[in-house]
Structures are given as structure tokens and as C-alpha cells.
């Protein structure tokens, strides 16, 4: 197994033991065709250097990397649409290796005093990749419709600078499925994430139901030494402070990339605040408070601008988890942090987005009060995405959006007081406008009539060449925004 020297296994989830997970085997595909496989990501834990070959054996047939002990599926309970489900784990999917990012691949935007000098440590998860104890009636499978969506939202959000998943491999395996939400039989795929962490609040709850405080215990310093190691050991309420506080971050980020992740149950949140397992999600066309990804999420309930309140009552059965072993107090004080922190880092995403530096508190928040107060005045013409990609850099692209082709929807009082609030802020590393992505005429989007056009051409007509050319471009979207840093 040709892994490059930068490949450093580290399998710190499946050292905790058989109270966490079961071992299991993957399914055995008729076909292993690869689809997509992301060297720029494989790199980073230093799988670049595999052949293909090597690639299909290990993420098709699941053949182990050096030092990994086999896949186990993770045992994790949660909510589901505000309801516990105790039958829940693992159930097309298991948790295939762990092993050290190059410290230098990390965004050094991201980076925080807690990322030490050896690395992240980063899982490979599966899905799709067959049955397991947790499956119930399920036939742990994955369409491959499924995992090009989930290859295309991670490719989006990590161009938009929100902390996720990515997807590593995509192999179609060759087998019909039936689905009651996809014209079937369909076909059938296993994904391959790479992903800081899956120990969900869903993994605490399990503890907590089966009324095993020894599990919490284990869970919490497993979760602190390896990805909060700024907390002392024993702080569980800093814990709760330093998981509440990347959770806000993620939330924020997503408000601001227009992103609705449509199942924001408690075993889809995970403990480093890196947002991951991608269904039914949707971007945002244009200010749509309510605007609902999954169908079957016929409440609301995880719509758009109530994803900070559903993040935060999933914080609240974290904690009440956490509460067992500690001060309820504390802890309530840790979760309170949430509304103070989410608004402001909705001030520092909206500053990112948009491309400007920090004004002081007030002057930033006059900036997003007046971004959202144009979004909605602008209603469905003011689309989303392009008033970003506009005013990215303030007044030094005035010129471009006053003349480009949304030029006719920034006049108006809404307009003339949002330009009022970003014209105070400078310009933050002024040169990525020089990047060609800013001389089109229309930014990356990710809205649901291309998604759909992309999977089409591949289901009818076995044509990848959409889904490739709309990578290549979030790559390049990537770097324009500057996050290839
Ligand atoms: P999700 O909505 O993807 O977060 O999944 C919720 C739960 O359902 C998890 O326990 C999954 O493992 C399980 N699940 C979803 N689809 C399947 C399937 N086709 N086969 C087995 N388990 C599944
Ligand atoms: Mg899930």
C-alpha cells in the first residue's frame, strides 16, 4: 500500500473500545467504478499517492490502510425532528480509519491554539457502505444521486469558507435500489468523507439513555484531549463552552453562505463544530426566512433562519447529557454563551463574506443588518449568492456591481444603506479581486434546478463532464475567496 510518508494513522475512537462501536464488514459490490476522488484532500492525510487501483481496493472494497484496526459502525442514539430514537447508529455507514493531518494543510483563518503542532486528527466515514447492527429495515446502501449531493454541498461550503466534511471518494457500486424519494431503482454508490470527527451529541445521549455515566466520562475526555485541548482536563463546563462556541461559528457561517441543512437532528451535529452527512439540503435562492430543504420536514422546523434555534436546543441535550457528571449551573452558563457568540460570529462571517475588515462592533453589525435588510427588500430578483459575490471587497468593486449585470437592483433606500455600512469597512486583502472568478458576470451558486441538471446528465446519459466542470469551478471559486490558505 503505496501511502505517502505524510500518512499517519492515529485510530484514537477505535482504542475506546467495544462500548462504542461493533465491528463490522462492508457490503461486497458487484461493480466498483471510481467516480470522484478529491487528491487535493487525500493529500492532506497522505493517500494522494495511491493508484487507482489502490483507490478502488481501499474505499470500493475497503481492503484496511496500514494501522487501522477494520471498520467499526459508532453506536450513537439522538433526536430526530425533536423525538428520541434509541435505534438509531451507524446504519449504512462505519467509521473506516483515523490518522493526522499535515499541519500545514489546515486554513491558517481556522487554525485556533487547540490544533497542535502534529495535526487534526481526521476520521474516513463512510456511506453506503452496507449493512450493519444499526440498519433496522434499512438496506445500508446509498444512491449515487445521494452521494453526488453530498460530494457538491461539501465542495460549496468549504468554498464559502464554512467548516465541513469533504468528500474524499465516490465509487458507484453497482446495484439497483428502490427509494420512495428517487424514481427507482436507482442507482447505488459509497462515499467516502473525510471529517473532523464523528462523535456526535447523539454519541453523548447514548451514554446518558443506557445510564452510563462511565461512558460520559470516557466520551468527554476522549472529545477534550483530542479536540478541545485548550480545555484543562475535568472542565466539562468549558467543554460545553468550547463545543457551544464552535457550534455558534458553524451556524453563523451557514446563515451567511445562504445554506440549509435540512436535518439538524442531534446525531447530525457532531463535537468539533465541523458540519457533515449531507441529505437533503438546498442553497438559498433569495431571502427566504422559511425556506425548507427536506421535504419530509413538513413543520419548518429546520428552516433556514431556525437553524441557530435548532442548533441551540440540540446544545441544550448535549448538555443536559454532560449534567450527569457535572454542574448543571456551569453548564447552563456555557450553553447561555450561545446567543452572544452566534451573533457574533455572524458579524465575522458576514465580514468574510462580503470581504472587508473589522469596524468595531456596531459599525459590523450595521453591516449585516443592512446586507439582510437588502436581501429581503430585494426580494426574489435580489438573488443570494450574487450580492456577495458583487460587493465582495467593498467599495473596490463598486464600479464592477454598479455596472455588471444586477446593476438595476442596487438603487433604493435598502441600497443606499447597506452601501453607506460597507463603504466604511476596508477592503481585507485586496488583491483577491484580481482573480478572473470576479471578472464573470455570475458567481458559483449552488441552487436546485443545477443540481438537478447535473445529476441529470448523468442519469440519462452517463455524462460527468457537468459535475467535473462545476468542481473545477468551486476550486477556483475557492481560491478566489481566499481560502486555500
Ligand atoms: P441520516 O438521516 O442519514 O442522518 O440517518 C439517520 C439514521 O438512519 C442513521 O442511523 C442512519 O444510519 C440510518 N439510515 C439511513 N438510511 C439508511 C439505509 N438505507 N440503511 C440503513 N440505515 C439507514
Ligand atoms: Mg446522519
Known sequence: MPVSPAYRPDPRFFDLGPDYSDAVKAADFPQTI???RNDR?????GLETLSDAEWIATFGRFDPLPGQPGPVAMRYHGHQFRHYNPDLGDGRGFLAAQMRETPRAQAASDRVASDSAQGRLLDLGTKGSGRTPWSRDGDGRLTLKGGVREVLAAAMLEAQGVPTSRALSLIETGEALERGDEPSPTRSAVLVRLSHSHVRFGTFQRAAYINRPDQIETLIEHVRSLYHPEVAPGDVPGLMQAITAASARLTARWIAAGFVHGVL????????GESFDY????FLPAYQPGFTAAYFDHGGLYAFARQPEAVFWNLTQLASCLAVVSEPKLLADALNGFGPAYI?????AFLMRLGVHSLGEAADQRLVDTTL???REGGEAMRWEPLFFDWFGGFASSARALSGPRAKLYQGEAFDAFRFALMEHEPDRIER???PMFAAREPEEMLIDKVETIWTAIAADDDWSPLNAKLARLEA?????????
Open 344 to 348: 457574533r460570529e455572524l458579524r465575522a
Open 265 to 272: 437532528n442531534t446525531d447530525n451535529l457532531n463535537v468539533t
Open 34 to 36: 471510481l467516480r470522484f
Open 477 to 485: 471559486a475557492r481560491r478566489a475567496w481566499g481560502f486555500d490558505k
Open 433 to 435: 479581486l484580481e482573480h
Open 373 to 375: 435588510a437588502l436581501l
Open 279 to 282: 441529505g437533503p439540503w438546498r
Open 41 to 45: 484532500a487525500a493529500a492532506e492525510v
